[in-house]
């Protein structure tokens, strides 16, 4: 078989099962560092169709392939749980759409004030501000189609209002300028000097109002190519776009100067300016002040409005269960919900992987249902990410506290069970 004939097959195979199992995933991710990647995100974003909630009689009424298929339809479920907002993604998401939207209706030239969204790993920090500039671009597509130009046949469309990279685990200038340029597909350039004005250019020419960078914290200081970096994106700064960095533990990072949360007013604290060989030791001054620095938080159990914000969010988790016993408080009721804020320390990114491993466990068994018992059997390992670096905070670290257990025997799969004559279903 020629290639072409392999590509019609492997289309048609594909648009198939696309229209029969429309929850499956056909093809690779999203890859959301380029811009064809990041526009099929932007445009699918929250298009999963979760499995329907369907009683247990029904299930047993159905033929073994289609409760085959509605097990599969379950699991993707349990694995594709919609991002909940809590309150604190809920500060991130104003500020954020504040400042991007503040500095795109600005005239007058100059430097443009950026944000920085600081947090620990696995609290959905690149989620949220994906979500929003997603958002922010949405609302400004709506504006163009509605008042822009129309496109001119025979050209390429330079719009790309958010362009989204992650900083190289080992970042230098160059690394940088091309994980940027990577995302317009756009030349690299001869030298340094040549990329810096193309990734200048790009951003130019597809006219973007937001620019974010993830994992900024991989960026060293005590390394000078780092360095050499950061003085990059203060030189981006001058450009008429918003710099949304992101990272694990910004202000201890290195790219300000050392300091610490003053639960008091809610700021960070600043150490002063130390003597300098530099012939211009304020140069630091000019990130910190240039870019407003918001935490996204764990939930806190400590206060009554932290354990109210933490059951709504188990109570708007536990409505996306597909477990046929796993009816309402099943999360929100008893000992569970301090149960899983110990496991989890409140952390989002850790909730989600319990949650999901415990449901995909609970299926096994036959179970169908959600306790304690089965969260114990479950361990949170994060060992194995290999887009992530420990050295800069973005594994977190797990709270161990499952308690010691003796192996248990496994229990016999009891779904198919007769439990009585079941009635009809409608059709």
Same mark, same amino acid.
């Given at each position: 078989?020629?290639?072409? +004939? ?17 929850? %499956? ?9 380029? @811009? ?18 369907? $009683? %247990? ?21 349990? #694995? ?47 989620? !949220? ?27 390429? *469309? ?8 992650? !900083? ?17 597909? +756009?030349?690299? &350039? ?8 193309? #990734?200048? =250019? ?23 190519? /780092?360095?050499?970096?950061?003085? %990059? ?5 001058? %450009? ?6 992101? =990272? ?29 060989? $530099?012939?211009?030791?304020? +140069? ?7 870019? /407003? ?7 806190? @159990? ?14 708007? #988790? ?8 796993? &009816?309402? &408080? ?10 899983? @804020? ?33 969260? /114990? ?9 290999? *887009?992530?670096?420990? *050295? ?28 009585? !004559? ?6």
């Amino acid at each position: 078989m020629n290639t072409s +004939a392999r590509n019609d097959l492997q289309q048609h195979t594909t648009a198939r099962l696309g229209d029969s199992l429309p929850f %499956l995933r056909l093809g690779p991710r999203p890859d959301r560092t380029t @811009y064809q990647g990041w526009q099929q995100w932007r445009t699918t974003r929250g298009s999963f169709v979760p499995a329907p909630k369907i $009683s %247990l009689n029904q299930y047993r009424l159905m033929t073994p392939r289609k409760r085959a298929i509605h097990d599969l339809h379950r699991a993707a479920s349990h #694995v594709n749980m919609r991002l909940l907002e809590t309150p604190m993604s809920a500060r991130v998401t104003a500020l954020m759409r504040a400042r991007i939207q503040n500095n795109a209706l600005r005239v007058e030239p100059g430097t443009r004030d950026g944000l920085m969204i600081n947090g620990g790993g696995y609290q959905g920090k690149t989620e !949220t501000a994906c979500q929003t500039a997603a958002e922010f671009e949405d609302f400004w597509w709506d504006l163009v189609e509605e008042l822009g130009p129309t496109p001119i046949p025979g050209t390429r *469309d330079l719009i790309a209002p958010v362009a989204y990279c992650q !900083t190289p685990v080992k970042a230098t200038p160059i690394a940088l300028c091309e994980a940027i340029l990577d995302f317009y597909a +756009a030349p690299y &350039g001869k030298n340094l000097r040549g990329m810096i004005r193309n #990734v200048r =250019g790009s951003i130019k020419a597809h006219s973007t109002s937001a620019l974010l960078i993830d994992d900024i914290t991989r960026l060293k200081m005590h390394r000078e190519d /780092d360095q050499d970096t950061l003085d %990059l994106i203060r030189d981006l700064m001058s %450009l008429d776009v918003t710099l949304i960095l992101i =990272g694990v533990n910004i202000p201890r990072s290195g790219l300000l100067r050392e300091g610490w949360h003053d639960p008091r007013t809610g700021q960070w604290t600043y150490q002063r300016l130390k003597a300098s060989r $530099s012939y211009n030791p304020d +140069a630091s001054t000019q990130t910190e002040r240039r870019f /407003d620095i918001i935490n996204l938080d764990p939930f806190d @159990y400590t206060t009554d409005a932290g354990i109210s914000a933490f059951l709504t969010h188990l109570a708007g #988790v536990e409505d996306q269960l597909r477990l046929f016993d796993a &009816g309402p &408080g099943t999360l929100t009721e008893g000992r569970m919900p301090e149960y899983l @804020y110990g496991r989890t320390g409140g952390i989002v990114g850790l909730l989600k992987r319990l949650l999901e491993d415990t449901c995909t466990r609970a299926m096994e068994r036959g179970l169908e249902t959600f306790t304690i018992d089965l969260c /114990d059997e479950i361990d949170i390992n994060l060992g194995n990410l290999p *887009d992530r670096d420990p *050295d800069a905070g973005e594994v977190p670290h797990i709270p161990d506290t499952t308690p010691a257990r003796t192996p248990s025997k496994k229990r016999r799969n009891t779904v198919l069970d007769d439990r009585g !004559t079941p009635q009809a279903a409608d059709k």
